[in-house]
């Protein structure tokens, strides 16, 4: 197959840019290692909800605690930004930096507003539910995993942003290509664990 | 090894396999339909509870299949060593769970 594509010719920006070095591969494998690590960590995190949702030690039952619409719009919107980060690494394969960069804005503001009803959701079960983090064995684990999600989405909203600030310095070289590619490895990661947050946690919470 | 060589030598040879966005916006519809879905039984309420359980676990195992698969391009080639090391973390994860569950409910 000879078909001269009609495709620009990239200023010698290889076609998958994150593997087009040793250094780039090297870094996408060993990041699949440390998601291998992290799926244990949140494994861990769940195995201890799981144990402890019905202690609740007289405070608020899941049942009584959670809210669905609220828990819907947060899903929504990191679900959302999966798929922009998924664009983002489609533009940076066509090497279009801007779009990249666009793409990588939408991310992070996604991620905010997954990470500011988060916040309004802890702030109100601590302040109008009487739900802290002492308060039973329940509320200790539910803080301890969804908290500890919460903390990856700010972590990779503060990672995703300061790629952001690297691109505009450096461009999009085999040096960039692969950070930006295990970050939104990462950031995929973390809506794989919010599914199953918000099916274990959250509405198997409701359900019972 | 090949798909390497066609990215190193960056000429016109490079036969260009640029995924377009249809099937990563399907794989991003799906997942909205199946967790739709599983808000909607939760909320719809009267569910039989069991039933609710392997329900809401089934859609969230098809949606992370989804996403591992296509947003991760877990299906693509060349990627043994991720698979190996994702089910190594989930298989140590699942242990994790089913020992909390056993000393919890069989004590």
Not at chain 1, 121 to 127: I, K, P, T
Not at chain 2, 22 to 36: E, P
Request: charged content about 10%.
């Amino acid at each position: 197959m000879t078909t001269t594509h009609a495709e620009p010719v990239h200023g010698g920006l290889p076609h998958e840019p994150e593997k087009a070095t040793a250094e780039g591969r090297n870094k996408v494998l060993a990041f699949w290692l440390f998601l291998g690590g992290e799926a244990v960590l949140f494994g861990t995190l769940f195995a201890t909800f799981l144990a402890l949702r019905n202690q609740t030690n007289e405070g608020p039952t899941a049942n009584e605690l959670f809210h669905l619409p609220l828990v819907a719009a947060a899903t929504f919107f990191l679900l959302v930004s999966s798929l922009t980060s998924v664009f983002a690494i489609q533009a940076m394969h066509r090497n279009r930096p801007a779009l990249l960069r666009n793409w990588l804005l939408v991310t992070v503001v996604l991620g905010l507003c997954f990470l500011g009803l988060e916040i309004y959701e802890f702030s109100e079960y601590v302040r109008h539910e009487k739900f802290g983090m002492t308060t039973s064995a329940f509320s200790s684990a539910f803080y301890t995993l969804v908290g500890f999600h919460g903390a990856h989405v700010a972590f990779g909203i503060l990672w995703i942003s300061l790629l952001i600030g690297q691109l505009a310095r450096k461009g999009l070289t085999v040096v960039t290509a692969p950070k930006i590619y295990v970050s939104a490895m990462y950031w995929h990661f973390i809506d794989v664990v919010w599914v199953f947050i918000f099916t274990i946690v959250y509405l198997l919470g409701k359900v019972g | 090894m090949a798909a390497e060589q066609h990215t190193r030598d960056n000429g016109v040879k490079r036969r260009h396999r640029q995924e377009g966005p249809q099937k990563h916006i399907m794989v991003f519809v799906l997942s909205a339909i199946l967790t739709l879905i599983a808000f909607a039984a939760v909320a719809a309420g009267g569910v039989n509870v069991v039933f609710a359980v392997i329900l809401l676990l089934i859609m969230a195992v098809i949606q992370v299949f989804l996403q591992m698969g296509y947003w991760m391009h877990l299906k693509d080639k060349g990627h043994m060593m991720p698979i190996i090391f994702m089910l190594g973390g989930f298989l140590i994860a699942g242990t994790c769970i089913i020992m909390a569950l056993y000393w919890v409910w069989w004590d």
